[in-house]
């Protein structure tokens, strides 16, 4: 099956959860996260009519989707891979919304480069649901304080929380982790749910699933 073919599949099974949730069809928007495809693999779904993509690098979303937005005028580009302080002016240059918001110094490179460059990018705060020493994020405990920080400190404008929960782990109780911090930092955007789980993600509140693989297929390298 084509990408384009993948897609509608994707489109479908978040349209049959949403329902089997109660929640209105349409309530949950599908990243294409299309890190390590190149713009050929890319075009057939944009082509198809999809217009959110997810990409985890900076400089690989440099190399290839100044071309790719040539073909609609309405993408939407998120980063959804760790953020280097380094690499804030080029992201604010390039993407629409960045889901990794994880630290101060991320928060105040962002609210520095949205002044310079004029622009009022979309923003999630990474969360570490597992406590996983090698996975960035901001620890549970200490969400709140930081989208408040955030908030008050550099007037960035959090909409929702976005997890990676553990491999190996369930994933339903980082889901319900989730959606429990959101509502008591006051965001209303919950970033959860990939290729193997986003059906459970949209039970527990999902307002958007990252989905590559089961739309372009197995990745033959990893980032």
Known sequence: MSAADNLRDVEAAIVSAEREANRPIGSVSLVAVSKTFDG????????????????????????KWPQLRALAADIQLHLIGPLQSNK???????????????REKIAQALSREMQKQKKNLRLYVQVNTGSEPQKAGVEP?????FVQLCRDTYGLQ???LMCI??????????????EKLAGEAKVEKLSM????????????????????SAIFGKRDKQV
């Open 141 to 145: 405990h200490a969400v709140v304080a």
């Open 193 to 212: 749910g990939m290729s193997a789980d986003f059906s459970m993600a949209v039970a527990f509140g999902a307002t958007s699933v990252r989905v590559g």
């Open 40 to 63: 050929p693999m890319i075009a057939p779904v944009i082509e198809a009519g999809h217009r959110v993509f997810g990409e985890n690098r900076v400089q690989e979303a440099q190399s």
């Open 165 to 178: 929960p553990p491999v190996e782990e369930n994933p339903g109780p980082h889901f319900a982790l989730l």
């Open 88 to 102: 804030a002016a080029d992201a604010v240059a390039l993407f629409d919304v960045i889901e990794t918001v994880d």
């Open 158 to 160: 959090i909409e929702g």
